[in-house]
């Protein structure tokens, strides 16, 4: 699918999973956002080159851009990582532009309790996942209340789902 419009990559961590598509939308701008200093110096890297595309060091929950910006924000497991998930609602609502969609997969409480097991013992402690998570219950009044249009899917302890603000 061909992209013409304004793009928000939040979290983009070091753009392995998003490099190819961002470099193929030539016709996108394309703003790519990481609170780590060592993961956005990597997608600067990666996305050398393309005039299109900006890596900007930042925080998903005090976004340095104006409101309804966006016509795409797309957060690809960030919201796990995100320590203030209720800051990181409100700010990737307030920059998408009304119509925007809003894209995003994270893991969610309550599917698996192995998986349960393993973000609360191994990664919240090694610091790669960030309590309080959601259950899909929780995620999804939180999503009805800003968002229409709700597609959702859960796989295993994964939610996926794009909405339109
Ligand atoms: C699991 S990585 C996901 C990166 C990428 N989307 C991917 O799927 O490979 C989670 C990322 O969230 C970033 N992160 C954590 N807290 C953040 C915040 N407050 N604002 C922006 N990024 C944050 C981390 O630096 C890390 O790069």
Redesign the pocket.
Known sequence: MKIKGTVL??????A???EKKWKSLSEAKITC????VD?IEQARKRLEGFSNITCIQ????NLPMEGSSFDIVLS???FH????KKK?FRETFRVLKPGGKFIACFYIKGKSVIIDWLVKNILAKKG?FTPPFPTEDQLLKILKHLYKDIVFQVDGSMVYFCCTK
């Open positions: 990559d939040v979290p983009v961590g070091t392995v999973f998003t956002l990481d609170y780590s993961m930042g925080d998903v929950g690809m497991n960030g990582a995100f320590p203030d990181a790669w």
